[in-house]
T-cell receptor, first 110, second 116 residues
Framework: GENVEQHPSTLSVQEGDSAVIKCTYSDSASNYFPWYKQELGKRPQLIIDIRSNVGEKKDQRIAVTLNKTAKHFSLHITETQPEDSAVYFCAAVDGNQFYFGTGTSLTVIP | DTEVTQTPKHLVMGMTNKKSLKCEQHMGHRAMYWYKQKAKKPPELMFVYSYEKLSINESVPSRFSPECPNSSLLNLHLHALQPEDSALYLC???????????????FGPGTRLLVL
């Protein structure tokens, strides 16, 4: 089955700096890669996703890059704000099976 | 409407109780999921229903029993739970089915379960 690794497990940045979270996956059949943000006590919410036929996608301050050959994808958050503080999960998806990374706890220091 | 709803929000139960968690979506999604999540850990898949039929059961103990009465509803029946079953139980739905192009999974707000 699929194995998704996510790094780092914790990340602290100063407000205004950039944050990068990286994930690797093992199964080349995975072809959809969403990122979820989960604030304390709340549900995971989709923030951005990318499909295997695209190398990069951007939505305002958030971007995701995908390298299918190397089987890794990354989340980039620019101009971080305190409200970006949360746990972020990547996932690799094959059909209707979601395989989640272990999560990154991001803290943005004002 | 991209909302999945869950009831109750919180549940405290003893080890001999029987209770049920409920999930509802009206997005026409044909895949529905139950996940268990511990604090700061990723969601762990428990069950997947496709077209109201159980398609994936990730070796979950029999004290958890899922039910899909119709395409909009998903229940999780709980009986004789253990304290280690205390967690956030998340329901999710997706328009994707096995063998089809994957689609976004939408999560409900979860039920926070405490087993005493």
């Amino acid at each position: 089955g699929e194995n998704v690794e996510q790094h780092p497990s914790t990340l602290s940045v100063q407000e205004g700096d950039s944050a990068v979270i990286k994930c690797t996956y093992s199964d080349s059949a995975s072809n959809y890669f969403p990122w979820y943000k989960q604030e304390l006590g709340k549900r995971p919410q989709l923030i951005i996703d990318i499909r295997s036929n695209v190398g990069e996608k951007k939505d305002q301050r958030i971007a995701v890059t995908l390298n299918k050959t190397a089987k890794h994808f990354s989340l980039h958050i620019t101009e971080t704000q305190p409200e970006d503080s949360a746990v972020y999960f990547c996932a690799a998806v094959d059909g209707n099976q979601f395989y989640f990374g272990t999560g990154t706890s991001l803290t943005v220091i004002p | 409407d991209t909302e999945v709803t869950q009831t109750p929000k919180h549940l405290v139960m003893g080890m001999t109780n029987k209770k049920s968690l409920k999930c509802e979506q009206h997005m026409g999604h044909r895949a529905m999921y139950w996940y268990k999540q511990k604090a700061k850990k990723p969601p762990e898949l428990m069950f997947v229903y496709s077209y109201e039929k159980l398609s994936i059961n990730e070796s979950v103990p029999s004290r958890f029993s899922p039910e899909c009465p119709n395409s909009s509803l998903l229940n999780l029946h709980l009986h004789a739970l253990q304290p280690e079953d205390s967690a956030l139980y998340l329901c999710a739905s997706s328009s994707a089915l096995a063998g089809s192009a994957p689609e976004t999974q939408y999560f409900g707000p979860g039920t926070r379960l405490l087993v005493l």
